[in-house]
């Protein structure tokens, strides 16, 4: 039989008197997970309720590429699976096993069973309910709300800056004007021996050379700005993505409840 000590530690049962915990206790099951070993998957039946005795539990859900985007990280004492007693008939998210854990199994009739004869347990559970939502959505606020030019800002080295303030340079008309103005004075000094005998006459050989270095140069400092513009392009629409995903979730959430309500004044 599950421990009445370690049931009367979790929040929700903290109430119960040491015989209605031992009443409880007898309906747990003891389940044992391997890493990696999913609990549920999300759109599974929703028929138990559990409690992390040992180990650790990920929960998460699939986005639009099948790659998880992890919601919580819970640890012992925690219980999730409880919109069961909401009568939700799905389950709204993937739990897989983050170690060797130990869980208690409570079938849902079992447990909206206990919650009808002891209300105390619903009271402090929509607490539990309602803590399990501001975390979840301050983590996707969090990870929506992140200001993609300050973090890669924060990650540029000295060449990096250098190689951008270098790449605006070269693309601004200050650029153009200036070395416009460089070359024209070159070939003018150049050709009239103005002030000295010629360095560099005509074909320019000299001003070839120079301006194939620059060419060299310019190509991959050019390329590494246009990188690290590439990254910040991709993690905004990273960030876009996860605002979509975050209000596609709100929605989804919004509809189930709304679901509920409507069935409740059908039947009644």
Same mark, same amino acid.
């Given at each position: 039989m599950v421990s009445t000590q370690f049931l009367a530690k979790i929040p929700a049962f903290s109430s119960l008197s040491p015989s209605q915990l031992e009443e409880m206790a007898e309906h747990w099951t003891v389940l044992e997970k391997n890493y990696h070993d999913v609990? !549920? %998957?999300h759109g599974q039946a929703a028929n138990s309720i559990y409690i992390i005795q040992e180990g650790s539990v990920i929960i998460s859900i699939n986005d639009a590429n099948s790659q998880p985007v992890v919601l919580s990280h819970l640890r012992p004492g925690e219980m999730f699976g409880e919109l069961t007693m909401f009568?939700?008939?799905?389950r709204t998210a993937n739990a897989t096993a983050a170690e060797k854990t130990v869980l208690l199994e409570m079938k $849902? /009739?079992?447990f909206v069973s206990f919650l009808k004869k002891y209300p105390d347990i619903s009271i402090k559970l929509l607490g539990v309910l309602a803590r399990r939502i501001r975390d979840t959505n301050a983590l996707l606020e969090q990870q929506v709300t992140r200001n993609v030019n300050d973090e890669m800002e924060a990650e540029l080295t000295f060449a990096d800056r250098a190689a951008d303030g270098f790449a605006n340079f070269i693309g601004s008309w200050t650029f153009i004007i200036v070395f416009?103005?460089? *070359?024209? *004075?070159?070939?003018f000094v /150049?050709?009239?021996?103005? !002030?000295? $005998?010629p360095a560099d006459p005509y074909p320019y050989i000299l001003l070839n050379l120079i301006l194939s270095c620059l060419a060299a140069i310019q190509a991959p400092v050019i390329m590494m700005s246009q990188g690290r513009q590439a990254k910040k392009d991709h993690l905004a629409a990273e960030m876009d993505y996860k605002v979509n995903l975050k209000s596609e979730l709100q929605i989804e959430e919004v509809l189930e409840k709304l679901e509920l309500?409507? /069935? %409740?004044?059908?039947e009644k």
């Open positions: 609990i !549920f %998957k009568e939700i008939s799905r $849902q /009739n079992t416009t103005i460089i *070359i024209v *004075i070159w070939i /150049n050709t009239y021996a103005v !002030f000295f $005998q309500v409507l /069935n %409740k004044l059908n």
